[in-house]
């Protein structure tokens, strides 16, 4: 947890959190992410299905690390009227199948971000994981993290957001409400290998 | 003789492949040098990790074409995770999505290479042909009234008004429609990219290229390299195959950029004899201020750079040696949604707030010139991919401070109304008297929202194994026949855009070559 004055005050035994190497900090966090998932019975289960919260099959991301995103995602996209929501902007789905190209340290590092993001909250005071709580306190939380004097909560948090606002404003369904008139010329998708192949990954049954 | 393109599937199964000359990487370094080599007769091969995407596979799209042309989707970060590191990764590299940019290298620069590094055989003289062909070859001449969008126009007004110095940057364009698609590679062939130059020029004299291949293991033999075992990539899943290519050649030519030539060698095991390896990295990190205009901007038309202020291209330290102010280029900013709405650093109704305005969204960005004495080191990550560590140390942080007051002091100057800084704490600034809120920004990894497209050093040229990894002739020291010839080599950044220095260089390196091979 973080005093006022943004002094960090590690909130589990005597980690220090400050002045952990990132890889360290991401496998112990991420450790204790998994021994809470597995002492709450809570993700095991979602694990198993394998699909985004559109019902879609998942190639990279586990259920769990889906809605954790999910959660970052509808947090910090516009809910004004006119804005689509990021299931209508295919968020999480464009996040998978961009996740499934990258370097095995890149996904290995985001995947376990999303794990350390989910189970942060009882640091900060909350008694929930991050994907329950409600939109307001996602943001409250974001907004601390992204300015937090912890470096690697600050780059967690902040590559998250980054990422979640540059799927969804890059989709055509967000375009009207921002003004833009599309690419030049409005040419149509030229499928590249890597596209066509992720969705015939994604179209097999679930396991 | 003309050459070809293979690619992943006309790549089925192990073979060996015997030239003069093998190139790894196909951006400004690699074709370039392949060019100048197939011109003086040598039969070269050209290795890229990444695809072959001709004109006729671009469609504009932001997230689509950011898959087809950059390393790692544009996902990759600093070690600290603060700044984002964009690369080419396509036949062309860098190239087929840079801005276009050309700036001859300043003189100063030059000569800070000379005195300071070592470095001999790249001065003004020697460079200026190579440039002279490079303008004709790639069209370069400075930016048109026709080309400067609203954004560009109210740069060199603001520029103007301040009395600052900027001049029309000079583009590598032919033809140019003003699509505002330069990031997303140029399906009119009017930006004069690798893939539209030097590429098919090395293939009308016969080199011949092979995407989808990585380059992996040098095989030594008394201080030179006998063989460089590859593998095949499948690119449709992006993973490296069990199919092995051999090349048997005579030269090899690490130019795989900026962020990956140090890695390949650091994978090599050469870290012991070459300390220097992987050191003096600069990657010109670029902090943005989004403006908030009365008029329509529409920042993601016509092309990026038109007008470049120049007034601050070098910092300024008094006479003991405090930091004054400068150090960066300031440039009008060109985005398109998605990476806009990613370098919000807002959420919710206030992001909604500002891009339900995105037509009168303007914006300003800085390439910073590296401090030389604060530069960074490239390391090998887990998997064998480049880990970056860069220190933002005291000058790093003064220089991205004062461009960012001087970004939002233009900006005011030409009428925004309301300025909001990439930066973590969402700093809002809506008058001049607010410039003195920049004085408390916290300037840190992650702290702003930056990228750094303009990778330098790892490989630097110099005197001895001792200060750096290549000599002159762009050799790497203590070993016969191998070659850098990419941004790698440069001592610290250029301080303009790479681009025409990296050819020009290129330039070079195929003469000493060409010396080598005889």
Known sequence: METASGRATDGIGAIDWTNMPRRRFLRTAGALGALAAWGLGSSGCQRALHRAGDGGLLLT???????????????????????????????????????????????????????????????????????????????TLLTQLCASRIELLRAIATNLKILAQFFYFAHPAVWNAIGYDGPFGRMPEQQSEQRAWYARQTMRSPT | MTGRIYQWHD??????????????????????????????????????????????????????????????????????????????????????????????????????????????????????????????????????????????????????????????????????????????????????????????????????????????????????????????????????????????????????????????????????????????????????VHGLYDEDIVLWRNIPAAFGVEQFRLARYDDAGRYVEGGYLLMANQIQPGLLGGMMPLMGEALGEWMAQMKRVGGTIAWIDDPPDELGELKLASDGTPRVEYPFGPKTQAILRDTIKKQAQLQFAVGARKLLVASADALVLERQADLAKIDTLPIRAGGLYMAAPHPSGGCIMGRSAKDSVTDSTHRVHGFDNLFVADSSVFPTPVSVDPSFTIMAFSYVAARHIDAYLG
């Open chain 2, 11 to 288: 790549l089925t199964e192990a073979q060996t492949l015997h030239a003069d000359v093998c190139v790894i990487g196909s951006g400004c370094g690699g074709a370039t040098v392949a060019k100048k080599l197939a011109e003086a007769g040598h039969d070269v091969v050209i290795l890229e990790r990444g695809g072959y995407y001709p004109e006729s596979t671009f469609d504009q799209s932001e997230l689509g074409m950011n898959a087809k042309l950059s390393a790692d989707r544009s996902m990759r970060a600093s070690a600290d995770g603060g700044t984002l590191l964009l690369s080419g990764h396509n036949v062309g590299g860098a190239s087929v999505h840079y801005w276009a940019d050309s700036y001859r290298t300043p003189e100063d620069r030059l000569q800070l290479w000379a005195e300071r590094y070592g470095v001999t055989g790249h001065d003004l003289a020697t460079l200026t042909p190579a440039w002279d062909e490079l303008t004709t070859t790639h069209n370069v001449h400075p930016a048109t009234e026709e080309y400067h969008n609203r954004m560009n126009r109210l740069l060199r007004e603001g520029a103007h008004k301040l009395g600052w110095e900027g001049h029309p940057v000079p583009q590598a364009r032919k033809h140019c429609v003003k699509s505002g698609h330069c990031m997303q590679g140029c399906v009119y062939r009017a930006k004069q990219s690798q893939l539209v130059t030097h590429i098919p020029q090395a293939l009308a004299l016969g080199a011949r290229v092979y995407a989808d291949v990585e380059a992996r293991t040098l095989v030594w033999e008394r201080g030179r390299v006998r063989r460089l075992i590859a593998r095949v990539v499948h690119r449709p899943s992006n993973r490296v195959s069990d199919i092995e290519l051999a090349i048997d050649a005579r030269v090899y030519v690490v130019a795989a950029g900026g962020f990956y030539s140090a890695p390949f060698l650091l994978k090599q095991g050469l870290r012991k004899q070459l300390p220097m390896l992987g050191k003096n990295f600069g990657m010109n990190p670029s902090a943005m």
């Open chain 1, 61 to 139: 991301l586990s259920a769990q690390e889906a809605t954790t995103f999910a959660a970052v995602a509808a947090a910090v996209v516009p809910t004004q009227e006119g804005f689509p929501d990021i299931e209508t902007a295919q968020v999480v789905r464009r996040f998978d199948e961009e996740l499934s190209f990258v370097s095995p340290v890149i996904r290995a590092d985001l995947k376990a971000a999303l794990d350390v993001f989910e189970w942060l909250p009882p640091l900060y005071g909350h008694f929930a994981r991050f994907s329950v709580l409600d939109r307001d306190a996602r943001r």
